[in-house]
């Protein structure tokens, strides 16, 4: 549970500020917010197991690092056209805020608290007792994108308001202002300003 | 989307929340050693056994940096025979190179501080929990620096604000940090030195006075722990390598 916490309270930490961006992109995505959240929550903690038991060391810098920003401006410019079925354009949504958190999870550098450093120190031996906590901790560091989600189901008038087309727009373009910035590794210098002009 | 499911979906929110904010005001002060609550010496000699290890984090004792022996019978008699401590070599250290300079000392390399045992920490000054290990840095680099300890801080910048020299030069006075700073702006050696060229602030490596790397800790806490290896390297000495 100390996990849990520890994710609420890094909702603050000036390291956080790369995720939250554009994980408020994702929940302006509209349709389906709840399963637009797990999948992010799910997306994230994947990738930051991975990273913590050195299964994935890609650094986040590099040809490789801007390629997934590239694809990422395709995806956002493919839920952007709108088209098909409404299946498909929630699969669509789906691969994007799974490619937008995976991306911006390698990107993060966090900054370690006692409860992360037991998960961070423990998984490089053993990672499979820290999957969970891992889970809590992404859990914590998300929950107000939990509770966004809840409350569009909650009030259905905020759901509607979520749901418009200029919301949605809004919420791709910062999609893809992310996977631009990342391609041209500017992302952290922006994500510099925010931080300064927000006097964390 | 029935007012139903809202219902539960605000049920469980309000549930995690709540949760969340209990285990805050009733876990957090019996599970964390912070900057606030541990910076003295008395607070840290208080939770501690005779044989220097600390009881109220016995969870976050990595079994391959720290071994000791039955520490946790600690109670069960009035004078345990103290079990040596046993501290894993990690290997020779790296060196600091392509710095973009010092700040704090005359030093210009880690080889300068060959034959002492050496904090080596990789931080940056803006993060929080970088902030809160420094407490127990000035607490022992006060009690062990005559003894042949020193601190090495590897500024690390996140944001390009935490890189421009004069505001590190603030920071280090408004943080109180007096010990030497080495100025890795690109970091390059805070990945070099990391595996797998990941990255976390804070990480703490302790080094002997061979070179060799035999403590390491991402992130805070463990501050008995790394105090009680400090205190054996300084007590015990490796045998000279050639």
Known sequence: MGALVEGIESITLVCSIVLFLPALGALLLGRRPGLLTATWIMTGWLMAIARFALVWTEPATGARHSLTGLLLVGLAWAAWQDGSTYNV???????????????????????????????????????????????????????????????????????????????????IALIALVGALVAVTLYDDVAAELARRSSL | MGSTSAGRAAAATIALIAIG???????????????????????????????????????????DTITNNEAADS??????????????????????????????????????????????EMWTFACRNCKARIPYN?????????????????????????????????????????????LDT?????HDWQEGRTGYWPRSYLIDQNGDIRFDHVGEGKYSDLEAAIEHLLDNPPAPTS
């Open chain 2, 75 to 120: 109670d069960a008699t009035p004078e345990p025979t103290p079990e040596p401590l046993e501290l894993e070599n990690f290997g020779a250290r790296m060196s600091l190179d392509n710095l973009d300079g010092w700040l704090n000392t005359d030093i210009t390399s880690l080889d300068d501080l060959n034959g002492q045992v050496v904090l080596v």
């Open chain 2, 186 to 190: 690109n970091k390059r050696n805070f």
């Open chain 2, 21 to 63: 904010l209990l285990t805050w005001v009733f876990v957090k002060p019996a599970d964390n050693e912070t900057a606030a609550s541990a910076p003295s010496a008395a607070s840290a000699a208080d939770d501690r056994v005779p044989n220097g290890i600390d009881m109220s984090q016995d969870n976050n004792v990595r079994d």
């Open chain 1, 89 to 171: 354009r929630v699969a669509i949504d789906i691969a994007l805020v799974a490619m937008t958190s995976a991306l911006v999870t390698w990107t993060w550098v966090p900054c370690v608290g006692s409860e992360l450093g037991n998960i961070i120190n423990g998984a490089r031996t053993d990672p499979w007792p820290q999957v969970l906590p891992t889970l809590l901790f992404m859990t914590g560091l998300f929950l107000p994108m939990i509770a966004i989600a809840a409350a569009t189901n909650a009030w259905p008038k905020l759901a509607d308001i979520i749901d418009r087309w200029y919301v949605r727009r809004a919420g």
């Open chain 2, 138 to 182: 000035q607490q022992w680099y006060e009690q062990y620096k005559d003894q042949g300890f020193e601190i090495v801080g590897v500024h690390a910048p996140e944001f390009s604000f935490e890189a421009e020299i004069p505001n590190i030069e603030q920071a280090l006075i408004d943080l109180g940090v007096t010990w030497p700073v080495a």
